[in-house]
């Protein structure tokens, strides 16, 4: 004997296709919008910026550990040069190392900014090929207002393709000196 609830019924089976496919549509929706919202994105060219280091990042208050003298910029399409120096000091002592390297990356965030440099050269001599920009290092800087002073941040060198953009990271140490930042 079969039982008859009406036009509305359906199988466990059929009611539960239904829902997989109602499921992976809205999934397929969802991730569509978000992959075109992604690619807005990226197609969007970045605002003009520009950073300007100079000064001593300290361990402590007069305590130096790098002399930086950096200046970059990023053009309207993207483009960003510049060149990057840091001497490092033994107290208020330079010592004869000295890092440079080209701005591949600038971000700028409010009072907080950061650049990229690849390693091009140590005590002023360029590296073997092999060595030269194969290792890069992000320095991160905040502006202090009113009381607060201003704060650096230096990664250790990791491989130049590990990095993921340079948006401004930890700052955790005194910075005394001059730091220019801005877009547009």
Known sequence: MSQNNGPMAHSPARTVMRCSAAGLLAAGLTVGAVSAAAAETAADPPMPAHLNIDGDLQLAPGVDLLKIDAQGARSADGTTTGTYKATVQLGSSSTPITVTGPVTCIAVDGADASLLYPISGIMGTQLPGSL????????????????????????????????????????????????DAGVG
């Open 132 to 179: 030269e920009n194969a290792l890069a290092v992000q320095v991160s800087v905040h502006q202090g207002a009113d009381d607060e002073g201003d704060m650096a941040g230096v990664s250790l060198p990791m491989p130049t393709g590990a990095f993921d953009g340079c948006a401004p990271a930890g700052t955790p140490f005194p910075f005394e000196g001059t730091i």
